[in-house]
């Protein structure tokens, strides 16, 4: 049995994290089995349990290599990662085992913000984070490991990330806009979302990539596919004609072939296999807990 709980970090830090996640298991006979597909979460992950096994496609690997010259795909995954938007499904994880989890999960522009470092070197892969974050990051995960209970690990991440917001830099309007756009706030037109910064077109597009690991207009549409599944979950009665237009797709069609691409499976299907503790970790305010 698999426990998820979530909670948003204090005040201070809402404009950067979105909230921290806990997954817990005490048996250790326990599968777990999750696709990794299009997401625009930017996640620190600190696994004190059975680390998760990475199985990544041959084809994607090679891909990514092209891409990533650098970059290392674990069989394995280690105990500190940093893991970027994805833009497709990329891989599935597995765990056999006690599961002891412990995710920040930041806000579009967060990570940049906080940490000064562009995310689109994170698109569609992960990053032992020991690298990334070094020494502050390592001593993290050490005082993370020394407490058990939720509470007292959303205690120390917030004290952690709120000594790094003083050394951040300023608040920056890119930030906001992504919040926007993906709170479906703001106007439809991306030029709109440019103008607001006075930037031009291609200057806007070139930083936003810096924010949120991806292009505006893919990110808009990752955010309504993100949207109809996480509707499809909570509210398993309605229709997938209801969810299209719910979220703003034209018809029924525009929609299944985002998940295709974004999932590589039909809605129906993309549901059987994500697990419900993606509803509780996605896009969700306040605190939630799950048994699953």
């Not at 906001?176 to 607001?196: E, V, W, Y």
Request: charged share 20%.
């Amino acid at each position: 049995m698999l426990t998820v709980q979530t909670t948003p970090p204090r005040s201070a830090l809402r404009p950067f994290v979105r909230c921290y996640v806990q997954r817990n298991s005490d048996s250790d006979g326990v599968s777990t089995v999750e696709p990794v597909v299009a997401r625009l979460e930017q996640t620190v992950e600190f696994q004190f349990g059975t680390p998760y096994q990475v199985r990544r496609d041959k084809e994607d690997e090679l891909r990514q290599l092209k891409l990533h010259p650098n970059v290392r795909f674990f069989d394995i995954a280690p105990p500190l990662v940093v893991v970027g938007p994805h833009t497709y499904r990329t891989s599935t994880l597995t765990v056999i085992g006690k599961v002891d989890a412990f995710a920040i999960m930041l806000q579009p522009g967060g990570f940049k913000q906080l940490f000064g470092i562009p995310l689109c070197e994170f698109t569609d892969v992960g990053y032992d984070a020991s690298a990334v974050l070094g020494s502050a990051g390592l001593a993290l995960m050490e005082r993370l490991g020394n407490v058990s209970t939720f509470a007292e690990r959303v205690r120390i991440a917030d004290e952690f990330l709120e000594c790094t917001l003083e050394h951040a830099g300023a608040d920056d309007r890119l930030a906001g806009i992504a919040n926007s756009m993906l709170s479906r706030d703001g106007p439809a037109k991306i030029a709109d979302f440019a103008s607001q910064t006075g930037l031009s077109l291609r200057q806007f597009e070139r930083r936003f990539r810096e924010y949120t690991g991806v292009t505006p207009k893919l990110f808009v549409r990752i955010a309504r596919f993100q949207d109809a599944l996480d509707r499809t979950t909570l509210i398993p009665s309605q229709s997938w004609t209801t969810i299209a237009h719910s979220v703003g797709y034209h018809d029924q069609m525009h929609m299944v072939r985002d998940f295709h691409e974004f999932a590589a499976a039909s809605p129906s299907h993309a549901v059987t296999e994500i697990s419900p503790q993606h509803v509780i970790s996605v896009l969700k305010k306040g605190q939630r807990q799950a048994t699953i």
